[in-house]
C-alpha cells in the first residue's frame, strides 16, 4: 500500500515563473491538506480539499497561490509568479477522514 | 498565533536514557498527534491521542494529555541514536476544519 506519493521532490524556479507541486494521497483516502515548512519551523496549515471542493483554505495567501484536488488525478499546488520568499518545503497530507494525518515526503522549492 | 509549543527547541542524551518532551497548546482540541522528522524528511505519525484520553503507549513511546492543562507530554524511554530527529506535536482544533496546527518542535539528538 503506497504511502502519500508527491512530485517532484525538489524544484528550482527563477523569479516570476510557476511552480507546480503534484500529491497523490494514500489509496482509499478523499482528504488533502497542504502545509508549508520554513527551515527550523514547524510546519504551517496552507489549504484542506476534498475531492472537487476546497473546505479550509484559510491558511493560504490570497495571490498567487491556488489549490485544487480533481475528480481525477492529483492534487495540485501552484504558486504563480514565485518570489524567493515562496522557497520552502511544501507537504501534503492525506486521510480518510478519521483523524490521523499521512504526510508524503514533501516538495523543496528553491527559488533563485 | 502559535498553537503547539514544544519544550524543550533542543534536547541532546546519552543512547539508553529516556527523553521527555512536552507541548502545550491554546484551544480545545478534538486530538493532539505527535510526529517525528529526519533532517530534510518527511514527517512520521507516532502516536495520536484523542480529547478523552489521558495516556497512550506505543512500543517505547509514551503520550499523556492534560486538557486542563492543555499540555501533552512525549517519552521515549531507552532511546537509541535512530531516535536524533526533531519532534512536533499538533493540535486538531474542536470545531475547526480538521486542519492540523503544529509547534515549532523539539531537537532530539541521542549520543550513541
Known amino acids: 500500500n503506497a504511502g502519500v506519493m508527491q512530485n517532484p521532490r525538489h524544484l528550482v524556479r527563477r523569479r516570476g515563473q510557476e511552480a507546480r507541486l503534484r500529491c497523490s494521497p494514500m489509496?482509499?483516502?478523499?482528504?488533502v491538506y497542504w502545509y508549508r515548512q520554513l527551515p527550523e519551523e514547524g510546519l504551517k496549515f496552507m489549504v484542506y480539499l476534498q475531492k472537487e471542493n476546497i473546505i479550509d483554505e484559510s491558511g493560504m495567501p490570497k495571490e498567487r497561490f491556488s489549490a485544487e484536488f480533481p475528480k481525477e488525478g492529483p492534487s495540485i499546488l501552484r504558486i504563480q509568479q514565485v518570489v524567493r520568499g515562496d522557497s520552502a518545503a511544501y507537504f501534503c497530507?492525506?486521510?480518510?477522514?478519521?483523524?490521523?494525518?499521512?504526510f508524503g515526503p514533501g516538495t523543496r522549492l528553491t527559488v533563485l | 498565533s502559535q498553537q503547539g509549543e514544544e519544550d524543550p527547541q533542543a534536547l541532546s542524551i546519552q543512547e539508553g536514557e529516556n527523553a521527555t518532551m512536552n507541548c502545550s497548546y491554546k484551544?480545545?482540541?478534538?486530538?493532539l498527534q505527535w510526529y517525528r522528522q529526519n533532517s530534510g524528511r518527511g514527517l512520521v505519525h507516532l502516536i495520536l491521542?484523542?480529547?478523552?484520553?489521558r495516556e497512550k503507549h506505543s512500543g517505547r513511546l509514551r503520550v499523556t494529555l492534560d486538557t486542563s492543562k492543555k499540555s501533552s507530554s512525549l517519552l521515549i524511554t531507552a532511546s537509541r541514536a535512530a531516535d536524533t530527529a526533531s519532534y512536533f506535536c499538533a493540535t486538531e482544533e474542536k470545531g475547526g476544519s480538521e486542519k492540523l496546527v503544529f509547534g515549532k518542535g523539539t531537537k532530539l539528538t541521542v549520543n550513541p
Open positions: 484551544t480545545s482540541i478534538n486530538n
Open positions: 497530507a492525506s486521510s480518510q477522514g478519521l483523524d490521523t494525518q499521512y
Open positions: 491521542i484523542r480529547s478523552n484520553e
Open positions: 489509496k482509499g483516502h478523499s482528504h
